[in-house]
């Protein structure tokens, strides 16, 4: 199998940024990872193993990239306001810098977006915000409102509330978008949500499953038996799905 390492100095976020490429050719799947993940964390997990036939295959090539939950949502020394700053910066260091390497290196039509947990968040926020880029999107164990308190999971922003957190939020945005040149793009994609039905966000799940479909978005929902937020899950929804 095809690995790459790669690191270039970020002039967006002034500073270093690592990524791995696993395989050679196919669809191209930006992969965010977890809250306290890493670029190598998909490998670390067995989840590159787990879809390694595809990979070698060339159906499949992953772009595994560091998720910089540590300098934004989970920054306590920074304010609600610059970890929201510090994200949208992020978030343009991945428009502007690595979807271009990903074009760059591979031609292939279609680009997905992946996440599980956060990088769920992550990769539906960016997806349905500009899902001109994106021809399928995959979200693993994903909470879809970071406002929102269950279990020890708790609102990030710890009460701040702008614009920029609303159109960061797919659970807020989405209600009421109305574009139809979005929403075109839309219902397009390919988009598969996943979770466990004891999982802590099966209800936020169904809140933005029910959301796309008001919107007439085609999509599915599948609820896993027992709780399914682990790397032992993720290991067998990656095949299925990506």
Known sequence: MN???????????????????????????LMFPTREGRFWEYEQLGVVDSLAGKIRAGQIQLFCIEGLAQETFYDRSRSPGDRLQRYQTFENYVLSEVM????????????????????AFQAASLAFRHPQYFR????????????????SFGDLFEGYY?????YLTPSHFLPGLQCAQRLDH???????????????????NRHLSRVLEEKGVPHQ??????????????????????
């Open 3 to 29: 690995r790459e390492y790669h690191c270039w100095h970020s002039p967006r976020l002034g500073r270093d940024m690592e990524l791995l490429i696993f395989g050679h050719a196919g669809a191209k799947a």
């Open 100 to 119: 271009p390497l990903m074009a760059q290196r591979n031609p292939h039509e279609c680009t997905m977006a992946v996440g599980c947990s956060l990088g």
């Open 136 to 151: 399928k999107l995959v979200l693993l164990s994903g909470r879809y409102d970071l406002t929102m308190k269950v279990e």
């Open 162 to 166: 702008d614009d920029g957190v609303y």
């Open 186 to 204: 839309l219902r397009r994609m390919d988009i598969v949500m996943a979770v466990g039905g004891e999982d802590p966000f099966l209800d936020n």
């Open 221 to 242: 929902m599948q609820i896993w038996d027992g709780r399914a937020h682990r790397g032992s899950a993720w290991r067998k929804m990656a095949p299925l799905y990506v």
